[in-house]
């Protein structure tokens, strides 16, 4: 196997995941898990973890084996991987990747469940629109007498005055706002492409993402709660409060999170509490200060950065219930406004050509 030649879907790599996390329960060692998982496993997963078990066996640590298989590797995942690099132990940092990876799975199939339905409407929307402007307008119009008893041969011709058809000029509309949105995506993936290059333009984008007012509290959750969840695996571990900080900062997708919470370890190492350098370095979100300054009162550190873990799955999932509460609706309302428009935009000019011809 070559490096990185193996491409994992989410999905994919949480079942690879949850395969060895479910076998290091039962007490066997990191490379018997993995061989076992290569019996449960078909297809892209069963190759990676051959792969896998043969980097282990070559005597390659977990994350140079994983990283060296894998094309592109849950930043949680790899985290935790690097645990079990550390300290030896692998049956809880395994496990506590297997449960952020598969409630990340189950947050996002939420949020494709509630907008798939409404973006279906929309595009059927358009779709009918479009098809009424082009088929059922203008046959309808031909079909219309004139005064002198002859038919008129196309709503789209131009009429005897050599006024513009309506439903030609519609039909010239619906064209350029099609075009329209296809170059703003285009010109959208163009940026973001550039972005990933770019670290100042990326800072930016994930700053102005984190400002949008659903969204980015959607991002901004799911990003804390990878975060929790690294921070938690490492702390179970025994690894030191500074380091799991500074490692779990590496953990959320979002750039700007992770700036803000690795400016909130470098205040923490220079001396700052870690609710006062949360607050700071993440001034839009006061979770993790409130349970920073949890841990700063006496409480039991593991256990209360598990606790914001399940936490903020919860604040998660409930945010996911009132965008599917609240988009759904909107956007089957939006959908009816647009065929509502296109419909009276185009049956007008029908009464209008009736009212000429007939008496």
């Known amino acids: 196997m070559g490096n990185c030649v193996i491409r994992l879907s989410r999905a994919k790599e949480s079942l690879l995941v949850e395969s060895a996390a479910s076998l290091l329960q039962g007490g066997i060692g990191l490379l018997q898990a993995y061989r076992a998982a290569t019996e449960m496993l078909r297809g892209t997963e069963r190759t990676a973890a051959l792969a896998i078990v043969s980097g282990l066996e070559r005597g390659l640590a977990v994350t140079e084996s994983v990283r060296g298989t894998l094309h592109r590797v849950d930043p949680m995942h790899l985290a935790m991987l690097r645990v079990v690099d550390e300290t030896g132990e692998a049956a809880t940092p395994m496990a506590r990747a297997d449960r952020y990876l598969r409630s990340s799975l189950e947050f996002r199939s939420r949020v494709l469940t509630a907008s798939m339905y409404p973006a279906f409407v929309v595009f059927a ?143 923490m190492e220079n001396g700052t509490s870690a609710s006062a350098a949360v607050a700071r370095a993440l001034p839009r979100d006061d979770y993790l200060s409130r349970w920073f300054a949890l841990c700063e009162s006496g409480a039991d550190l593991p256990g209360t950065i598990d606790g914001l873990a399940t936490f903020l799955e919860t604040r998660l999932a409930a945010l996911i219930r009132r965008i599917a509460a609240l988009v759904e609706p909107i956007l089957v309302a939006l959908a009816g406004a647009v065929v509502l428009t296109v419909v009276l935009t185009l049956v007008k000019p029908l009464f209008d050509l009736y009212a000429e011809v007939l008496p």
């Open 125 to 267: 929307a358009l779709i009918g629109s479009v098809l009424l402007i082009l088929v059922a307008v203008p046959a309808a119009a031909s079909l219309v007498p004139t005064a002198n008893g002859s038919i008129v041969p196309g709503f789209g011709l131009a009429t005897g005055n050599g006024s513009a058809p309506r439903a030609a000029r519609a039909v010239v509309i619906t064209v350029v706002v099609l075009v329209v949105v296809l170059v703003l995506v285009v010109a959208l993936s163009a940026v973001v492409v550039f972005a990933r290059r770019t670290e100042p333009l990326r800072l930016r984008l994930a700053r102005i993402r984190l400002a949008l007012p659903v969204a980015g509290r959607l991002e901004m959750l799911t990003g804390l709660l990878a975060f929790a969840h690294a921070l938690a695996g490492m702390l179970e571990a025994g690894i030191p409060f500074t380091g799991a900080l500074r490692a779990a900062a590496g953990c959320p997708h979002n750039v700007a999170i992770r700036a803000g919470l690795s400016r909130a370890a470098g205040l």
